[in-house]
C-alpha cells in the first residue's frame, strides 16, 4: 500500500483547505453564470498549486506527476470546472517545458507566470479532435516567419489566454509527419476566438474555438523540430493523462 510521505501530507493539507476556502463556497455560481475563475487560479499560483509541473527557475511548482495528482484531486473536489482551467493551464506549457530551449522556456513559461497570465493548448480542430494526424490548420514558411491559417475547437483557457501552443501542418498529405508546434502570442494580429460553449457542465471552464487568419510569428517561435510537432503533442498528452483522470477522481 502506498502511503503519503510527510512533503506530501502537507501538499495535500494545503490543497484541500484551499479548495474548501475559496473554491467550494461559490462553485455553483461560478458554474451557474459560466464565470471564469480568474482570481481563485491566481490564489492557487501565490500559494504554488498552479503550474505544478513547469521549472522552477520559471516561477513553477516543478512537482512530480504523482504529487501533482495529489493536489489536483484535493482541488478537483471543489470543482472540476476550476480544476480543468488549472490542468489546461499546465497542459499548454509543457510541450515548451519538454521541448523548448532554456531561451523559450524563459520567454513563453517564465513570462507567462510572471505576469500572471494563462495559456492554451491549440490541438483540437472541428474535424479533427482524436485524430491529431488530420489536421487542417496549415503553417506556411515565408522567410524568417511562419504564417498559420486555421481553426482549432473545443480550446479550455483560450478566451483568457495570453498565448497559444498551436499544432498546424506544413503538408497535409504528410500527416502526423509534417505537423509543428508554434506559439502564438493570443495579441497577434489576425488571431480572434469565438463564443464560449454552454456545456452540460464544467461551464466555469472557459471552452472557444480559436481562428488563425494570416496569422503571422517568427520561426524562433517554433517548439522542437519542424515536422515533429505530432510526437511533442502525444509525449504532453501522455505525461497529462495522469493529472487529468485524477479530476474524475476528486
Known sequence: MYEFTEDQIALRDEARKFARAEIIPVAGKLDEHSIFPKEILLKAQDLGLLN???PEECGGTNLSITDCCIVIEEIAAGCAG????????DLALTPIRLYGTPEQQQRFIGEVIRNRQFASFCL???GAGSDAGGLSTVITSEGDDYVINGQKQWITNGGEASQFTVFATHDKSKRHKGISCIVVPADTSGVSTGHHENKMGQRCSNTVSVTFDNVRVPKTNRIGEEGKGFGVAMHTLDVSRPMTAIIAVG
Do not use: G, H, K, M
Open 124 to 126: 483540437s480542430e472541428p
Open 52 to 54: 505544478l509541473t513547469q
Open 82 to 89: 476550476v480544476t480543468t482551467s488549472l490542468v489546461a493551464n
